[in-house]
């Protein structure tokens, strides 16, 4: 009696891994499928980037009057 309750036990669970493993693998295979289309409809520069190297960015730009560092005196009414 005790080894059929542990073969049906085994099978209960081996069953439930491969069940769950195909609801996984069918619900990856649709975010995918919608991915994709969300991808191929978007505009050259609104695609979704999923890694890899990108082209280096220069920014080139002149800092504001106000931003320019100007030289201070020394506040010598402290201490050290």
């Given amino acids: 009696m ?8 085994t099978v209960s ?3 439930a891994v491969v069940l769950g ?4 693998s069918a ?11 969300a ?6 520069a609104d695609r979704l980037w999923y890694g890899g190297t990108l082209e280096p ?5 002149r800092a504001p009057e106000r931003a320019v560092a100007r030289p201070t005196a020394k506040d010598t009414t402290r201490g050290s």
């Fill in 2 to 9: 005790r080894g059929i309750a542990l073969t049906i036990a």
């Fill in 13 to 15: 669970s081996i069953g």
């Fill in 21 to 24: 493993d195909w609801a996984i």
């Fill in 27 to 37: 619900e990856r295979a649709d975010r995918l499928r919608r991915v994709d289309a």
């Fill in 39 to 44: 991808v191929m409809a978007a505009a050259p």
């Fill in 57 to 61: 960015i220069t920014v080139v730009a």
